[in-house]
Nanobody, 131 residues
Framework: HVQLVESGGGSVQAGGSLTLSCTASAYTHGSNYMGWFRQAPGKEREGVAAISSGGHNTYYVDSVKGRFTISLGNAANSVTLQMNSLRPEDTAMYYC?????????????????????????WGQGTQVTVS
């Protein structure tokens, strides 16, 4: 069973930056991508960014394009999310997730990370608060 551990959340002022990190406890065999989601109180979980296992493909929701950058971490099965120019509307619990085994990148991208159905394993979340 794969466990994901996120870190790097916190509280910042608008315009500030945070870097989120996520590491999987085991080799994510068959998964072609990892991603970050977020959920604000009273709102549905939203896909934020995803990256293919080789790092060649990335996906971002429109609201974070140009501000957030997803990249593979230095450790195996890890991913980071660099968040710059943070806004109050970025306040949410952020979750790391591993793509469903065998599901191709193109299918995930076509779904635009909607409904979380293309992701199989989830972390517990890390809180980001922007004031």
């Amino acid at each position: 069973h794969v466990q994901l551990v996120e870190s790097g959340g916190g509280s910042v002022q608008a315009g500030g930056s945070l870097t989120l990190s996520c590491t999987a406890s085991a080799y994510t065999h068959g998964s072609n991508y990892m991603g970050w989601f977020r959920q604000a109180p009273g709102k549905e979980r939203e896909g934020v960014a995803a990256i293919s296992s080789g790092g060649h493909n990335t996906y971002y929701v429109d609201s974070v394009k140009g501000r957030f950058t997803i990249s593979l971490g230095n450790a195996a099965n890890s991913v980071t999310l660099q968040m710059n120019s943070l806004r109050p509307e970025d306040t949410a619990m952020y979750y790391c997730a591993v793509g469903r085994a065998g599901n191709p990148w193109n299918t995930m991208q076509a779904h635009a990370m909607a409904g979380c159905r293309d992701f199989e394993y989830w972390g517990q979340g890390t809180q980001v608060t922007v004031s």
